[in-house]
């Protein structure tokens, strides 16, 4: 089966459900960002809220896709960056559990975090101390972490780091692995746009974007939007919320529908539609069938809080898989 390795930043996820929104305005957090603050900040707010219900997760976009993958039951690894501490051994054993080879450098600076604010409306506002998870060197990739690899899945929060990111869609091309990227956040697109579609022509194979990264990226509402990024890729994903999503890959262009879902927390419901996809790519299914696995992982994490799910889950998702032709 194809091995799958992702590579992002390293955060462990402090899931965190808020009663109110008021510490929001405690903390002059406006709701639904993700704002980057200082280590002690980022304590401040851990302090505040120990009385709040959380639960920890290893997270980063690249690594939730990950962990989809594996559960799945998929060969996966992940590159990244943790901190010489209790939040990184966490990382470590948390990618392990799941048969993830964690390919992960360490630093004496403390482990990244997210602290995730769930607002009683499902709304996330995302408190990110990025710490050893943006210490990842270009020199620190080498051919043998890419080796025995056969897609290579990355997150646009990287392209801040332009050096590293192209450095590592070089030694992925070098060493035959296809590159999927999920665009991440329309911000990091808007901020980083001519940087982005060089790495897009030259590099990668398959994207994932939302409407709104998909309009940062293009300029377009997502049926054109699709049609635009598909000329640079081997396969292009437009999520649509709701409505599902786009997908086209030369002539062939397929719209799959969500499903039915109560949503709790939209938190990896990206990510996982990711992994669902990838996952069937990797099994050589048609990318209608990719794209309705990735709408059952993504509905299904949307119905519980944070972006890992509970073993049960999974079992519905496996009968879920199963019965699509």
């Keep these: 089966m194809?091995?799958?390795?992702?590579?992002?930043?390293?955060?462990?996820?402090?899931?965190?459900?808020?009663?109110?929104?008021?510490?929001?305005?405690?903390?002059?957090?406006?709701?639904?960002?993700?704002?980057?603050?200082?280590l002690q900040t980022s304590g401040n707010i851990l302090k505040n809220a120990a009385n709040?219900?959380?639960?920890?997760?290893?997270?980063?976009?690249?690594?939730?896709?990950?962990?989809?993958?594996?559960?799945?039951?998929?060969?996966?690894?992940?590159?990244?960056?943790?901190?010489?501490?209790s939040y990184g051994e966490f990382f470590r054993k948390d990618m392990a559990a799941k048969n993830i080879e964690p390919k992960l450098?360490?630093?004496?600076?403390?482990?990244?975090?997210a602290i995730a604010l769930i607002s009683p409306d499902s709304e996330r506002?995302?408190?990110?101390?990025l710490g050893a998870a943006v210490e990842m060197t270009p020199e620190a990739l080498t051919d043998n972490l890419f080796a025995g690899y056969d897609i290579l899945h990355t997150e646009g929060y990287l392209v801040f780091n332009n050096s590293l990111i192209?450095?590592?869609?070089?030694?992925?091309?070098?060493?035959?692995?296809?590159?999927?990227?999920?665009?991440?956040?329309?911000?990091?697109?808007?901020?980083?746009?001519?940087?982005?579609?060089?790495?897009?022509?030259d590099y990668v194979?398959?994207?994932?974007?939302?409407?709104?990264?998909?309009?940062?990226?293009?300029?377009?509402?997502?049926?054109?939007?699709?049609d635009e990024i598909s000329k640079f890729c081997e396969i292009a994903v437009v999520k649509i919320g709701a409505k599902g999503s786009l997908i086209k890959s030369g002539d062939y262009k397929v719209a799959v529908s969500a499903i039915n879902a109560v949503c709790k927390d939209t938190t990896g419901a990206g990510d996982l539609f990711a992994s669902g996809f990838l996952y069937g790519l990797s099994n050589n299914w048609d990318l209608k069938k990719c794209g309705n696995t990735g709408s059952i992982l993504a509905g299904?994490?949307?119905?519980?809080?944070?972006?890992?799910?509970?073993?049960?889950r999974w079992e519905r998702i496996y009968k879920m898989v199963n019965e699509l032709k």
């Design 166 to 201: 192209l450095e590592a869609l070089v030694k992925a091309k070098k060493n035959g692995l296809k590159v999927s990227l999920d665009m991440a956040s329309f911000n990091v697109v808007e901020a980083n746009l001519d940087f982005l579609k060089t790495l897009i022509k």
């Design 300 to 312: 299904n994490v949307i119905e519980v809080i944070g972006a890992k799910m509970p073993e049960e």
């Design 125 to 129: 506002t995302f408190a990110t101390f």
């Design 205 to 226: 194979d398959i994207v994932f974007a939302n409407e709104e990264e998909a309009k940062a990226l293009t300029g377009m509402e997502p049926e054109q939007a699709l």
């Design 105 to 113: 450098f360490v630093s004496n600076t403390e482990t990244g975090r």
């Design 2 to 38: 194809t091995k799958i390795l992702g590579l992002g930043n390293a955060l462990v996820d402090v899931m965190t459900q808020l009663n109110d929104d008021s510490f929001l305005a405690q903390h002059e957090l406006p709701k639904g960002s993700m704002q980057l603050v200082d």
């Design 52 to 85: 709040l219900p959380q639960s920890l997760s290893s997270g980063g976009s690249a690594a939730n896709t990950i962990h989809g993958i594996a559960c799945m039951g998929a060969a996966t690894g992940y590159i990244g960056s943790v901190g010489n501490d």
